[in-house]
């Protein structure tokens, strides 16, 4: 089982970036899925989560209304639109799964991780 991030990379704030996570390995679409980040230093975080048909999602605060995550179950793929990027969204960003239907916010309810893509949000 893989979990493959891509679309990192270094933009100015206020711009924009799309990650994709490419899942292979086995079918992804009846799982929650999630968006991770960790910044140097710091503890891995949450930023987004959504169920396995799309219909729950969850952000928390320091990105509602700026991140989007959604999935296509068809491409077992799913993305996070980050939109508005300040510097301290600066981290690698992690792709997750569960084995679990639901949202959640809680690292250890995720059971398969990519190696995470590298975002860097310059001033």
């Known amino acids: 089982v893989q979990l493959v991030e891509s679309g990192g990379g270094l933009v100015q704030t206020g711009g924009s970036l799309r990650l994709s996570c490419a899942a292979s390995?086995?079918?992804?679409?009846?799982?929650?899925m999630g968006w991770f980040r960790q910044a140097p230093g710091k503890e891995r975080e949450i930023v987004a989560s959504?169920?396995?048909?799309?219909?729950?999602?969850y952000y928390p605060g320091s990105v509602k209304g700026r991140f989007t995550i959604s999935r296509d179950n068809a491409k077992n793929t799913v993305y996070l639109q980050m939109n508005s990027l300040k510097p301290e969204d600066t981290a690698r960003y992690y792709c997750?799964?569960?084995?679990?239907?639901?949202?959640?916010?809680?690292?250890?309810?995720?059971?398969?991780w990519g190696q995470g893509t590298q975002v860097t949000v310059s001033s």
């Open positions: 997750a799964a569960r084995t679990e239907r639901g949202v959640s916010v809680l690292r250890r309810e995720y059971d398969y």
């Open positions: 390995g086995r079918t992804f679409s009846n799982n929650a």
């Open positions: 959504i169920s396995w048909s799309g219909r729950s999602t």
